[in-house]
């Protein structure tokens, strides 16, 4: 498959006017600025084939948006060298924005005052998109996003999932080969997510497209990636699949066990009690995964166990641990 | 013809806004209306004292004010709201947005907000320049409508290349609401000819804020005022100046770095 999106020591540093707090400061640096300089992204590497979706992970200021700011050429980076379908993003050459989006989850692109629909005609005149295309993008798009329903509202009338829906149709009706999505479900309620991210899957199959999206929920990433770049205080920490992700960062398992007796007994001599996430009644213990066969058949052998379930850690966890090394 | 297309659709966009308010469009006609007889009523009480002000009649005066109004109408209709729209939008970020589009962002920044219903002024403004330059008893030949058209259209390039410098400023200084206050200050300056004011004032009127360039010009030239060569100067300065001002345009867009997300 071929390399479209090719990041290369990618660095961006800002300046930023700093000044202490009280009034003093603030007269001294009305006359005198301080400048620091801060690191928002440092020497990224990484490469994304066409077709793929790939979960762009870090806490909040780790770079995400600045790195997909910079690939969609609203930043010049101080360093390094990017290429996206065979475009230098920040030059921004029309033939580049034209087959990009950029999708904000913050951010609204729509008319507040008008319907979605109407925004869409201004989309079709500024993206050159032909009538007949237009109609069957808008057609497929309602498939996919039910849209009928919302499009002649106005935007300020719609609920936040609504005008998701609205601003992603927005974002796509120019048939983009590239999709970078900051955060596109944030705020949304769990079925609204859910929906957004089968939307995605259908896109990317549909289409083609490849997807680069940050998502500060779990469930978006594990739904919609197999792989992952996870980037702390501007640097790459990680790159590959989640599921290697969790046997480098976390290599050991949880077993649960129901017991037929229901007095809570000691599990410490089996492995570290954890505490478990679904109040069905049942112990976790962590376990080292070379161990869990042995430890699994003591248990069997030594306690009343009515159930026994062997489980991955959290994906949450061990990515909050990937954060912290 | 894509940016005609670009602009049919923005066009589309604001008329469907104005029409979603319909009261708020009829009580501004009637104010525009109001105001125009407040100001005509002005006139009539000057030139009940004096048959002239420094040399200009009052069917000069009615024609000055038409292009007076055609100024303000593209202050009101064009700068104001999309100085607002564009302030805003580089504050909160929203300018990213119109950055991804394949359309000239200055094109964009421009046109994407139109008060519709301001076109009301185009009709009034033509009707007082036609009947001031009736009143003044003649003596427009053509060549010298034509040149007083040409001249309308340089001192608003002239000013519009003066919002671009103020509005670009802000990439610089992010936080700089006040960038067209100052350009509608001196506006009011354009109701009377360049020469009844003392010099200094002339100057900044014709030279900073070239708010005579706009409006005292085109009158001069209706007047037969202005040498073929003089004309020519004033055409290559507008086109100087649009130049200038889209190079700091491009400069400020470089600059911009958007508002953290």
Known sequence: MSELIQVNQLSKTYKVPEREGGFRSAVRGFFKRKYRDVNAVQQVTFTICQGEIVGFLGPNGAGKTTTLKMLSG??????????????????????????????????????????????????QAIYRIPQAEYARTLKELDELLDLSPIMRKPV??????????????????????????????????ITAQARIRSFLQEYNRRTGATILLTSHYMADVTALCERIIIIHQGRLKYDGAISELTHRIAPFK?????????????????????????????????????????????????????????????????????FQE | MHTLRVLAALFKINLQMSLAYRADTLVNILLNLMWLGWELLGLSIIFSNTTQLAGWGIGEMIALMGVFR?????????????TEKFNTSIRDGSLDYTLLLPVNSLFLTTFSRMVIWR?????????????????????????????????????????????????????????????????????????????????????????????????????????????????LLYLGVSLAAFVVASRIWKAGMKKYSGASS
């Not at chain 1, 930043?75 to 050459?93: F, I, N, Q």
């Not at chain 1, 609920?159 to 949304?188: N, W, Y």
């Open chain 1, 156 to 189: 300020r009338n719609l609920s936040l999932g609504e005008r998701m829906k609205c601003e992603l149709a927005a974002a796509l009706l120019h048939r983009p080969q590239v999709l970078f999505l900051d955060e596109p479900t944030i705020g949304l309620d």
């Open chain 2, 70 to 82: 055609l100024v303000n109408m593209l202050m009101a209709s064009l700068i104001w709201p999309n």
């Open chain 1, 74 to 123: 609203l930043l010049h980076p101080t360093g390094g060298s990017a290429s996206v379908l065979g475009y230098t993003p920040w030059e921004r050459k029309r033939g580049y924005l034209q087959a990009m989006t950029l999708v904000m989850g913050q951010r609204n692109r729509l008319s507040w005052d008008i319907p979605a629909a109407d925004s869409f005609l201004l989309n």
């Open chain 2, 119 to 231: 076109a009301w002024d185009l009709v009034l403004a033509t009707a007082l320049i036609v009947v001031g330059v009736n009143m003044s008893g003649g003596g427009a030949t053509p060549l010298r409508l034509l040149s007083f058209m040409l001249l309308t259209g340089t001192g608003a390039m002239i000013i519009y290349s003066l919002w671009i410098v103020m509005i670009a400023a802000t990439f610089w200084f992010v936080k700089f609401d006040n960038n067209v206050t100052i350009l509608q200050a001196l506006l009011d300056a354009g109701r009377y000819p360049a020469n009844v004011y003392p010099v200094w004032l002339r100057m900044i009127v014709t030279f900073v804020v070239p708010i005579a360039v706009a409006t005292t010009v085109p009158l001069q030239a209706l007047r037969g005022e202005l040498t073929f060569l003089q004309i």
């Open chain 1, 254 to 322: 949880l077993i649960g066990v129901a017991l037929g007796d229901p007095c809570p007994c000691d599990l410490t001599p089996y492995g570290k009690p954890v505490a478990g996430e679904n109040g069905d009644g049942k112990q976790f213990v962590q376990v080292p995964a070379g161990e869990v066969a042995s430890i699994t058949s003591r248990l069997l052998a030594e306690l009343p166990i009515h159930d026994l379930t062997i489980e991955d850690p959290p994906i949450e966890d061990v990515i909050e641990r990937a």
